[in-house]
Structure formats: C-alpha cells, structure tokens
C-alpha cells in the first residue's frame, strides 16, 4: 500500500498553465495552414488564386475528421512491429476521459490530440503548392484521403509514436523535420514525376500575381511557427520549449539574410519573393533541430538552409521536374539540411544529453539523422508515387489542356478571385477610349 501512495504521489497532475499554453499552440498551428494558403495562392498566377487556396482549407476538413475517427489511433496508439498504432480508446476519441492526461505529461489526452491534429492538416497542405494549375479538385481531395491514411499517419507513429522505430533508434525530430517536411517534400517530388508539367513549364512566364499576399502567408506562417515549434515540447516546465522559441527567431532571421545575399550575387537584387522564401527555408530547417542546437549553432543552420535552399530552388529547371512553387526545394532540402545538422551541431545541453561532431559526440547522431532522413523520404516518394498514379489511371489526377490553360478556378471552382466589374461606379467603357473623351461622347448623346 505504501508503495502505491508513492507512486500517485509521483504521477504527473493536470498542469493549468501547459494546457492553456499548448491550446494556444494548437490555435497557432491551425493559422498555419491559411497562412499557407495566402503564402500559396499569392505565388500562382491570378487564374489559380482560389485554387491554390481551397487546395490548403479542404485539407482542414479532410483530415480533422480522419483523424478523430483513425487517424490519432495509427499515429498515436499501441505500437506494432515498429510501424503502425492502434488503440480502440482512440477511435472516435470516443474513450478518453476529460482529465486523462498524455502518458508522462501533464495536459490531457484531448490537447495532445488536437496539437497533433493540426501538424496533420498541415503536412498534405503544403504537397499542394507543387501541383499548382494542374490538378482536379476532386482527385486532390481523395489523394489528401489515401496520403494521410497511408503515410502520415503511419510517418508520424515512427517518428513521434512509442515504439515507432525512427523513435526507438533514437532519430532527433523536434517538430516534424522528417514527419512533416521530408514526407511533404519526397511526397510532393513523387506526385509531379507522374502528372508531368504545367502547359508552357519554361517557355511562359509563371510570376506570382501578388506578393504582398505572399508576404502576408509568410508572416502569419512566421506567427504560427512558434506554436508548432515551442509547442512540441507539450510543456513549459524545464525551458526546452523556450529555447525551441529562441531558435525559431534567430534561424529564420539568419534564412532570410542568407538567401537575400545569395540572390543579390547570384541574379542582383533583394526581392519580396527571396525575402518570404528564406523565412520558410529557415523555419523548415530548425524545426527538427531547434531543441538540440545552441542560439549560435541557430544561426548556422538558418543561414546553411537560406543558402542552399535558394540554390536548390534552381534544380527543377536543369532536371525537368515542375515543382510549380518550390516544394521540394524548400520543404524537402530545408528539412533534410535541418535533420543532417543536428549530427554536427547538437550541444548536449538542450532536449537531451546527445552531443554532435562539433561537441564531442562524434558522428553516432549523425548516422541516425540519416536512417531517419532517408527511410522516410524513401517511404514518402515511392507510396505517394504510387497514389497519384493508381488516382491518374482511374479517375485522372489532371484538368484538361484547355482548362488549364484558360485557368483552373473558373474550371474547378466556377469563380475568379478578383472581380472588376462593378469597379468604377458607371457605365464601362473600353480602355481605348479616354475619360474626357468619353464624357464628350456622353454630352452629344444627350443633347
């Protein structure tokens, strides 16, 4: 009996203050997702905006019901053989008590879930940007189905489950470096070697059609990134989670310089479009090393990602590949950069006691990065390959020709994103015609 009070003493009690501070982290991480869609839909030309929005909000209808229905348990339950969850509590969420509390913390079973949930709806959201113009919304909808059923959920229990084998062998991923953006980015890669290129890749001008959107996007996934970044460590307790919201500054700010001055040598100048695309870059790559790295060792990982993200960005022009809005350039290089260099530049001092090369502690870590890195990447490209094919061959992944060519909103969507129509107040007239000359026109009429 006395051994049994012991243990109660010991066992964690509901925390007020981590679960208020982690349902706000779950708000945040929600935001991204929109934040995203502006990010997106600014990029694409004018005739893709709502797609490329939709493409981001039909996400956070599917998968929030997939995964309160299956989804939680493959990711999150009991583990199999290293690969897979499952709990029948966690079906439906239909058998978690109110103050259940998450094995070894102190906020319930609901808010990891729902904290869990939104880096869910998140990842398949960001496959899209690389599909932009191309794809039917329908086939969209049903591979966001199949992906996240198939490689997400299973990604995420390797990764961040009890059991899973990325995790058992000891793979750092703070936030979702290799569950998120390498299984976004290798999946994305996998989708457009099958569906092919946009009509005109390389011989039409595909500029973003607004840039203040884009910097809109970019600023709210900035905003958003501290919940899912300082989030992950489910708790303010011992000052991981500050140092993970430290990191998350100073990297992306270190991104943003890095490929600012990247693209002024390179191409000469320091343009909105870099600015927004650093910032990502950096984000990507310390969200699986940022509880690992020192502020210093941040700012080597932020500027290593701004650099070589933007020279990677270049790839898809000299290998043929239309990754229409750079994903895989800066999802699938950012967060392989950020997972590699925890093998180099982790202190010992932060989430755990491991050390890098640079720290004494050789190159062991190193080589565990990499079975994560690439066993997931392998995992992603190849199943997402699969899926697009098997929709391509049934019911088709693509608009036609000519849908594509006239703009996909009105094909998919039956809208357009920006209506002149009604602007001036009066009568159209053609933009040939001058405004004095019109009035002129008017006064004859009249008389």
Not at 99 to 118: K, N, R, S
Not at 126 to 153: E, H, M, N, P, Q
Not at 164 to 187: M, P, Q, R, S, Y
């Amino acid at each position: 009996m006395a051994s049994a009070i012991t243990l109660a003493a010991d066992a964690p009690e509901l925390s007020a203050a981590n679960t208020g501070f982690m349902l706000i982290c779950s708000a945040l991480v929600m935001l991204m997702t929109p934040g995203l869609a502006f990010f997106y839909g600014g990029m694409v030309r004018v005739k893709s905006t709502l797609n490329m929005l939709m493409m981001s909000f039909i996400s956070l209808g599917i998968v929030t019901i997939l995964w309160v229905l299956y989804g939680f348990s493959l990711a999150f339950g009991t583990d199999s053989g290293g690969l897979i969850g499952w709990s029948s509590d966690f079906v439906g969420l239909s058998g978690i008590g109110l103050t259940e509390l998450w094995d070894g913390y102190t906020i319930p079973v609901y808010v990891f879930a729902v904290f869990q949930l939104m880096f869910a709806v998140l990842t398949p959201a960001l496959i899209s940007g690389a599909l932009a113009d191309r794809v039917k919304f329908t086939a969209w909808a049903l591979f966001i189905t199949l992906w996240v059923t198939v490689v997400y959920f299973p990604v995420a229990h390797w990764v961040w489950g009890s059991g899973g084998w990325a995790f058992e062998l000891g793979v750092i991923d703070f936030a979702g470096g290799t569950a998120v953006h390498i299984n976004a980015g290798a999946a994305a890669l996998g989708v457009i070697l099958v569906i092919g290129k946009r009509v005109g890749f390389k011989k039409d001008p595909m500029r973003p059609h607004s840039l203040p959107l884009v910097m809109l996007g970019a600023g709210l996934l900035w905003f958003g990134w501290f919940g899912f970044n300082a989030g992950s460590w489910l708790g303010n307790d011992d000052g991981v989670g500050a140092l993970m919201f430290v990191n998350t500054q100073v990297a992306t700010g270190a991104a943003v310089l890095g490929w600012l001055a990247y693209e002024k040598i390179r191409h000469g100048a320091f343009t909105t479009l870099g600015a927004a695309s650093g910032a990502v870059a950096g984000l990507v790559a310390i969200t699986p090393a940022g509880g690992a790295v020192s502020p210093l060792g941040a700012i080597a990982v932020g500027l290593i990602a701004g650099v070589l993200c933007a020279m990677a960005v270049g790839l898809k022009y000299r290998f043929g590949y239309d990754d229409s809005l750079d994903v895989v350039g800066v999802h699938l290089v950012g967060g392989v950069l950020g997972s590699l260099l925890i093998g180099f530049f982790a202190t010992g001092g932060g989430q755990s006691d491991v050390a890098g090369l640079f720290y004494g502690g050789g190159l062991d870590q190193f080589w565990k990065q990499c079975a994560g890195v690439f066993g997931v990447l392998a995992y992603s490209l190849i199943a997402s390959a699969v899926l697009a094919f098997l929709l391509d061959k049934t019911i088709g992944m693509r608009v036609s020709e000519d849908e594509e060519i006239a703009g996909i909103d009105q094909a998919e969507h039956a809208e357009t994103a920006y209506d002149f129509s009604g602007a001036g107040g009066g009568a159209a007239r053609t933009a040939a015609t001058p405004a004095p000359v019109a009035a002129a026109e008017s006064k004859k009429v009249d008389a």
